[in-house]
């Protein structure tokens, strides 16, 4: 029930001279914008709307709200009501009053065509809290942040796309407060309504079907998709990410070429900023097999020099303690033992933590599960008679498989040594099959160049960020090497963020990460909440500390708010403009309320 006038513009006083507003003196939703508005920096005693201009009312929003906003026109008529129409942002496009002396008052305070009523602009009003908010929303009287509005009344309500689900503008009632009823709101919602409906029934169905095709990508596919036809481009948060507009582009143009074919294909292209991708392409039909919606593109980027040849057969193949799926990672795995079948020494190249010695181990144990296995670290090993010890083990016990760790960090002295012990196992008849592990772009390097000639075969091993599907099965072997295997489990809410994570550190970062989740979580189901705070977050660009810092407090904030931004505004002590500015600078990803 509201206040007495009087109370309230008191109340509303206090507000504005910094003074204490005693609890339940005013409704929340309004206390919140009066906040908003002041942190805007809202004029509280004057009108001062941005004005934008003459606006293109030449717009699917317009064109389906014109028939229920005549109709309701004439049943206005005559009658002290308003109705409007805003934009998303809160720029009335068009003002409906049958009634003068409202018309004439609303033309005094700039509620007219081209000026901007969101609470940016005018602070606590229907339309303006409406939009904020995101749902139906009512101010009387002295609610209103702006005193000359004292005298009104508004409901307003936001207007969905009813395919899309994006917020396009906002429909509002307003008449004086003295004329206010129950029923201003429950008149708004219906009147947005049928906005709604009027909106889908003039929805071209190729565009519902094809956002329908759209959805059902994203639901199962953690990386780019874009889906367009002639009038529409619709694409994931990845793809906004990681394309530039030069990409999209070139991606797009592809992708109607391949249309043309009417059928499902795929290739790989090398896009104008280096990046190179996997992309399935498959037509969507319309409303008539015949017919088409448009067409769905699923991205995935692959190493750039990586080209996946049809000879090598992509089936799974078993490998203890080694588990994934995904087309680069099993390739990896096929070359390693097509390498060892030939008898010949491997070289695996790749970043640190991408599971190098796991795949050589998963190797020997499943061609030599009763064999000797050695693995030496070059980047530990010192001495002068370190590679000679490597003679001696093997005359004590031969090796079936030898493992050299971190061989691109020998010295010139050190691989010379070592090139010449590989010289001599080889030459025996019991010589073990050699693999030597390399960084990136070890093969270069003129201290090593004796020591590769003895490894015909360089095998690259995948970095997680460019097989990320293959978590779905990393994190229970992970969950399960730490000691939790079937008592600690990961939501699909968690395993999608971190999906979306660039995981620097492979997989040796992913059993950190899961490390440290389940010292705080050691049963149950791991949730979003569970992870550290930088899995909620994207961005392209590396943080400094107290960057880091700061993204991490928002996180943890957002979390504690249920994921609205307002209440983890409140609680950082930084302004609602802030904290929008600081989530989209961070490429936070707030929790589903």
Known sequence: MLLADDELARTRVRFLTAEQVPAGTVRQTILASWRRSREFQVEADRIDPLYLGDQNLDIPLMRGAEPVLGKLTEQFDGQPISLILTDASGVVLTQRTGDADLRRHLERVELVPGFSYGEQSVGTNGIGTALEDGRATTVFGHEHYAEHLENLACAGVPIHHPISGKKIGAVDLTCWYKDAGGLLIALARSTAEQIRQALLRHSDLREMILF?????????????????????????????????????SLLLGYATEALADGQRTSAMLALSSGLRVRVYCRRVPGQRETDTAGGV?????????????????????YLPGVVGSAPLWLRCGHELDAGHERGEWVA???????????????LHQRHHPAARLLTVDAAVATGPDWTAALLSEHAQTPIRTLVICHADRLSVSAATALAGTLRELRER????????TLAPGAETKPALAELLKFFPRTVRVPPLRHHVEDLAELVPLVLSKLGYGGRLTCSAAALHLLMRAE??????????????????????????????AEFHAVTRRPLNRFESIE????????EDADGNKVRAAKLLGISRATIYRKIHEYGIVPPTR
């Open 297 to 317: 593109l699923s991205v995935k980027l692959i190493e750039a020099e990586e080209t996946l040849a049809a000879s090598i057969p992509m089936l799974p193949m």
């Open 551 to 558: 993204r991490d407090a928002i996180v943890r904030c957002l």
């Open 212 to 248: 329908q095709a759209y959805l059902q990508t994203c639901r199962r596919w953690t990386g780019i998709v874009l889906a367009f036809n002639e009038d529409i481009v619709m694409m994931n948060d990845r793809a906004r990410q990681l394309l530039d507009p030069a990409d999209q």
């Open 429 to 436: 008849d019991d010589a073990p099959w050699v693999v030597a």
């Open 503 to 532: 995981w620097p550190g492979n997989t040796g970062q992913l059993y950190q990460v899961l490390r440290t989740v389940a010292q705080r979580r050691r049963a149950g189901t791991i949730r979003p909440g569970d992870l550290p």
């Open 348 to 362: 695996l190249e790749g970043e640190p933590g991408t599971g190098k010695l796991t795949l050589a181990k998963g």
